[in-house]
Structure formats: C-alpha cells, structure tokens
C-alpha cells in the first residue's frame, strides 16, 4: 500500500475531489506537452514508445497504459499509434488520449476507457508537442518541421485552425489554467535582434524564445525572448574577442567570463505565474571544451507580463564543482520539468546522467538547487538495482525525457527513452534526502540481446549518456563514467536526437556549425558490412568523410571528442595512441564505440520535407543542368565517400586533412569576422589565426537540407537563397558557367532542395569530384 499524505492543500483537495465528481472533470490547472501524462483520478500513467531502433521490424510505435494506482504498478495496454510517437495527452475527464507520431505527420486519437483508436488525425510535418486545454475543448500541436501549430477540436477531432508564423521547429507547449493562452518553444535559438550571420559564434549572438498564442482568435500575440546570460565559467581566451591564451604556465591569465543562450527547449511548464523553460545553454566561443560550451540551464518567464525573468535565471552546473569526489555529478541535458501541487519543489529528468535533480522555487518563484552542499539528485534505480555493482552503466533507466507527478505529491512517473520504461518515484514526506525509486514497469519489448538492434540500442544509450562505463581516473569513477568529465557533456548536447543544434562552434580549425549525422552514413545500408561488434566496416559500408575540414575517416575518431571536448577518459582501453587518421584505425578498438556508431548509421532519422511527394521537374532539372551532383550525387547527396580501408595514405593527407575530400567553391572569405581559430598554447605570444578553409571544405550532404539553416560551415547563409547567391558555388559544376544567373530559376531550384529526404531519387554518385 503507498503511503498517501492525509493534510492536503486546499489545491490538492480540490483536485481529488474534482477527479471524482459527477461530471469527471478535474480542477482546472495548467496542461503542458509530455511523453508521459496521468489520468487526473491518479490512476493510469499513459506513456509513448517510439521505435527506437529503426532496423528491426517494428515491436514498438506504440502508447502504453500503467495502471499505478495503490502503487499496482502493472501494465494493463499497449496500443499501437503511428510512426515515432512522441507526445502523448488525456483530456481532463479521462475519456480521450491525443498522441503525436512525429514519423507520420499524425495524430492518434484513442478512447482512454476502452483503449481502441477512435481516429487517425492529419497535422503538419512531424509534430511534436502536444496539449489538451483545461477546459478539455481543444489540443494544441506544435509540428515542428512545417512551423506551425494545429488546433483540433476533441468534439469531432477535427483541425479547426492552423497557426502560421509561429517561427522556426515549434516543440513544446505548456497552456494556461484560465485557457486563454498557449506557450510554444522554438526548438533552437535564434539570432537576437541586430546580429546577423556574420556574429555566429559569439556566446551572445542568439537568444531562446517562446511563441504566445491567443487561445480566442488562434492567433500569435508576441514572443518572449530568452537572452543570453553569464554562465558563471571562464573560457581560457576567446577566439572572437581575439584574446589569445599566451602563457602556457600561467593559462588563467586569460580567463574571459563566458555567456551563453538558451537552446534545445524541450519543455515548458507553468506554476503559478511562471513557466518554466529547461534547456542546454551554448557558449561557442572560448575553448572547445566541456566547461565552457555547454551548460544546463532554467529560464523563468512571468506569464502576466509575458515576458523573461532575467534575475531568475539558472544555471544548474554552477556549485557543483564544490561536490566531493563520488558525488560530484554535473546536471546534464535537463529535457522536461514538473512541479508539486502543493509546495514550491520541482523534479528535472536529467536525460544524460539518468537522475531526478531536485528544484526548489522561493516565495517569488525564483528556482534553486541548492547547491553544492545539498543538491538531491534521485537515482532511477529500483532497491534492488541500487545495491548492484553497474561497471557498464546499464542497470536501472537510461535517457529520462518526461515526468508527472499526482494529485497527492507523493509519486513522480518518469518515462525513458532507451530502456523504454518508467520509474516509480517516492517522492512523500518533508524529507528530499529519503525520496528514493520505487519500482521500474516494462512498458514495450526490449530489444532481443545480441542482436544488432540491441547493439543500436546501447550504442543510443552511449549518444546520450555523459556516464558511460566506469573508468579507472578519478572523472570518471562513479558516479561518473569514462564518457565526460565528471558527467559534463554528451553527444546529444550538440546532436538532439543526432541531429543538429543550431550553433556555429569555434574549434580548432576555425568556425565549424553543426553537422546533422543522419547523412553520416548512407541510408538505407545493408548490416552485412559490420563487425562482431556492429562497427560499421569501411569502404564497404558506405560513409562520408567527416567534418568540415575532413580531418576524420572514421566516426569511432570521435573517441577523441569523447576525450577532450568532454573531457572523459574515452572508451578505447587497449593503451595505444588514439589520433586522427594516420597511423592507426580506431574501428574495432572498443565494443562500446562500435555501438554507437552503429546507432549512428542505423538509428538517426532523417527529418521529412514539409513538401515531400510534391517535387517540381523544373526545378530538379536546373539541378541537373548545373551540374549539383557533381558534388551531391549518390545516395547520400554528397560526393564524400571513404574510398580505401582506413587509415589512409600519407599521401592523402596535408594539413591533417584529406586534401581530395576538400572542394574550394567560394564558402571561405579569410576576412570574415569569424573566419579565425586559435594558434594554442606556445612560449611565444601566439596570434590568432586565419581558420582552415584555404583548401575548400568536405562536401556536405543535400539530405533534408530543407531543416539545416544556418547553411555552410560557419552558418554566413541563413537561408538556401543566400547559399545560391554565391555566383562561384552555384557554377562549381559547369566550369564556372553560371546556368543560374536568372533569380526565377533559382526560386525554382531551391524549391526541390527543399523537397528533398529520405524518400527523393537520387542523381549518380560521382567519386572525389575536387581531387587535386
């Protein structure tokens, strides 16, 4: 039997007795957009399954229904929806469920007593979040690759509005208690007023922002901006403020305070007058280095006056380098929010360190973690798991992304993603230190072990994990692993779901934006050409060559990301040197490296075009009459394509980059302001460089271009028409024979860019077209 509090809050009180009145409707209270949501008699716990493994026939694509009332704990359903669902929403009298199959631009609609599908509801391109109204008369759906958001009506489940100009990858919604108003996240930052691409890379270029709708004319009323904030680090220099670090004996005397924006907002929540945003803040310029570039961050809006409570602002990594060793975690990738109903305290789901982090709000609703001395953190482990040794980091729940928390406050429901369950969290009483995991309920098959969707499956585990195995240093020992410093950084924190995040980084070779590594390998491939360990074996299995600069051959080179961007000790043990191509391979080298790998050649989906199935012939003739697929021919759109089994040739390379893979097309301007990177560390003061881009850069793919704004490697085009505007890149293919000079024509050939993903034909593959 669980333990129930028998002194409710007044809101408390009211919300049991309004679960149980007459006409079943709850107690109006603010509704936002999750994977997992609760029957407002606390009940049921309803939770998505998106299949995650994409190579297998498909076991999941489904809603799964708990019963966890009196702590029973126990699956009772598992209804299939459509493809890749995401978000999952009950109206307030418990009859219907509304989930979004973000894969197949749906809504399903199911009767939450008889768990049948009522309807299949037609939205935009892959939607994502989703919510009911208080009142229970319509659900807001943000589809976030059409950027707009659909309203439909629960009377007859019917489309009744479509709102446009809602900006760019709409994601989550949170919907006032009076109903009156909607707050949808835009997905990834945006540049701030007065910047342009020219600023890319500054940490305060950009800004997050949340999209207010007016709920009586289905209109867009304003936009809450997000502003950069000072993250409480220092970079050792900054590339773009040209402040070199000179010393290398003295590093830190040329700390420069970083800022950083809000970015990948997955979530929002309202308490009270304020919504809540989580996300991860980027601070690009500086060092490319864990502690400098990425943190986890909380926003804080007030609802009445619509706008961003700066003073509130929260950095959640901030305190916690003061934690002991064998405690000291970082807070990473914080995906979804919840709060008690009846005292100010909240729980964030840490996706990559797979832990409840505990948030308390003071009387003016300003969050805190109370760091460092007593910051709780909760593990997702049952008692049983958490007395069991866990060298290899699988026990317990892995990528937590959505929490609920019942009427009473006693229980927190959090759903993940990777080992597709969800946890039962005792979260009673006045004591944080005693809250503790309960029990873990199976809601969809794991994968079959061995299997090579198992090795994909652990392989995604890896991607968003800043944990890992355990290592034998001191960052990585529990509760930290060999994958970040201390449980810093993942690879999610750059790539959500593998693909992209907005930001033009500066690396060591210059400015660099962010690749989408669902074109990393071709699609769709055979798993012939793999190892024992499901490493994709090269040249057989066909990849392009890596990075801007095409300074990779193999993606298990990214162990060296591993090492020194997040500062981990690296999966690779065996003790040999790990470099960049020559001398030696890396694939092979690690079973846990392979599989993420493989989950990156298997398990990334490539966003679909608002405009699939309506290709323009005109258009994709002017491709061809240009020439394009000289350079983004094949079935990957792209001409770069590891050719020899790797490590190369000698020969091959100059200046660590495979000179053959490199195309000189008019993208590098040495005068740019941000065309620069950082000589390093010598004992002569080092001058700031012009960045690597002499040579051309690596050919990028065309696949779902139509998402990838900025465009080119340091994100100067903020759209495809600026990309077509350079006379030199849009006549690479004819000799310098400008086919485009007629703007129509470009209109119309930008038009079939746009169209094209997963499901475009492709032009011949044409093998190093910019050889030298």
Request: charged share 15%; with cysteine.
């Amino acid at each position: 039997m669980r333990y129930v509090r028998t002194i409710f809050s007044c809101t408390a009180f009211l919300l049991v007795l309004g679960a149980h009145t007459p006409s079943g409707v709850s107690f109006a209270l603010p509704t936002n957009s999750s994977p997992i949501a609760l029957t407002s008699d606390d009940k049921y716990v309803w939770a998505v399954n998106p299949n995650v493994d994409l190579i297998e026939p498909v076991v999941n694509d489904t809603v799964t229904v708990h019963d966890v009332w009196n702590d029973k704990n126990q699956k009772v359903a598992e209804i299939p929806v459509g493809d890749d669902p995401v978000c999952v929403a009950l109206t307030p009298d418990n009859k219907k469920a509304y989930v979004t199959n973000h894969g197949s631009n749906t809504v399903t609609v199911i009767n939450a007593q008889t768990y049948q599908v009522i309807t299949t509801v037609q939205v935009g391109t892959e939607p994502w979040g989703c919510a009911v109204t208080p009142n229970g008369e319509k659900v807001y759906i943000a589809n976030f690759s059409s950027d707009y958001v659909s309203v439909i009506r629960t009377s007859d489940d019917k489309v009744i509005r479509t709102i446009k100009r809602v900006g760019s990858k709409p994601r989550a919604i949170a919907i006032s208690e009076d109903g009156k108003t909607v707050f949808v996240t835009l997905f990834l930052a945006q540049l701030r007023e007065g910047n342009s691409p020219a600023t890319e890379g500054l940490d305060d270029s950009k800004e997050g922002r949340v999209v207010v709708i007016d709920t009586k004319h289905d209109r867009v009323a304003t936009t809450i901006k997000l502003n950069p904030a000072l993250m409480g680090f220092s970079s050792r220099g900054s590339v773009l403020q040209r402040i070199p670090v000179a010393d290398p004996a003295n590093p830190d005397n040329t700390l420069v305070p970083t800022s950083g924006f809000p970015n990948l907002l997955q979530s929002i929540v309202i308490r009270g007058h304020r919504a809540y945003v989580p996300g991860t803040c980027s601070s690009p310029d500086g060092n490319a280095r864990f502690n400098v570039n990425v943190q986890s961050c909380l926003s804080s809006i007030d609802i009445n006056a619509l706008a961003e409570v700066q003073a509130a602002f929260l950095n959640m990594n901030v305190g916690v380098g003061g934690e002991p060793v064998g405690k000291r975690l970082f807070n990473t990738n914080p995906l979804a929010i919840a709060f008690k109903k009846s005292k100010s305290e909240g729980f964030i789901p840490l996706a990559a360190t797979n832990r409840l982090l505990r948030v308390e709000l003071n009387g003016s609703g300003d969050p805190t973690i109370n760091s460092p001395a007593n910051i709780i953190r909760i593990e997702l482990k049952d008692p049983h798991e958490i007395t069991q040794p866990d060298p290899n980091d699988t026990i317990g729940s892995k990528n937590p992304r959505g929490i609920v928390i019942n009427s009473t406050d006693t229980r927190a429901y959090v759903m993940s993603l990777i080992t597709r369950d969800v946890a039962v969290v005792d979260i009673a009483g006045t004591d944080p230190s005693k809250y503790k995991t309960l029990a873990r309920i199976l809601s969809t098959d794991l994968p079959t072990p061995g299997s090579l969707a198992a090795i994909v499956s652990r392989g995604h585990q890896l991607f968003n994990t800043a944990i890992g195995p355990t290592g034998t240093e001191e960052r990585s020992l529990p509760p930290a692993g060999r994958m970040s410093d201390f449980g810093w950084g993942s690879c999610y924190g750059c790539h959500p779901n593998g693909l992209m995040d907005g930001v033009t980084w500066m690396f060591g070779d210059g400015p660099r934006q962010t690749i989408s590594m669902e074109s990393t390998y071709e699609h769709p491939q055979s798993p012939t050409f793999l190892n024992a360990f499901g490493g994709p074996l090269l040249p057989n299995f066909k990849q392009r060559v890596l990075n801007w600069s095409a300074v990779r051959d193999e993606c298990q080179d990214f162990e060296l990301n591993i090492r020194n961007v997040s500062g981990g000790q690296g999966l690779i043990a065996d003790g040999q040197a790990v470099v960049n191509l020559t001398p030696t391979s890396t694939t092979g080298r690690s079973a846990d490296l392979d599989a993420l790998c493989s989950y990156i050649a298997f398990g990334i989906r490539a966003p679909i075009s608002p405009l699939r199935g309506q290709e323009e012939s005109p258009g994709r003739q002017l491709f061809a009459a240009a020439n394009c697929q000289q350079c983004h021919g094949g079935q990957n759109w792209t001409s770069s394509q590891v050719d020899f089994t790797p490590p190369p040739n000698a020969a091959e390379i100059q200046a660590a980059q495979l000179k053959n893979f490199l195309c000189d097309v008019g993208t590098f301007d040495p005068n740019a302001f941000n065309e620069v990177r950082a000589a390093g560390v010598t004992q002569v003061n080092p001058p700031i460089l012009v960045a690597n881009g002499v040579l051309g850069f690596n050919i990028p793919s065309l696949l779902s271009v139509f998402v990838g704004a900025p465009y080119l490697h340091n994100g100067q085009c903020p759209d495809l028409e600026c990309v077509l505007n350079n006379v030199t890149h849009r006549s690479a293919g004819t000799g310098g024979v400008d086919t485009l000079s007629n703007p129509k024509d470009r209109t119309k050939l930008i038009r079939f860019l746009k169209t094209i993903d997963i499901t475009t034909s492709t032009f011949p593959f044409v093998a190093r077209p910019c050889a030298k």
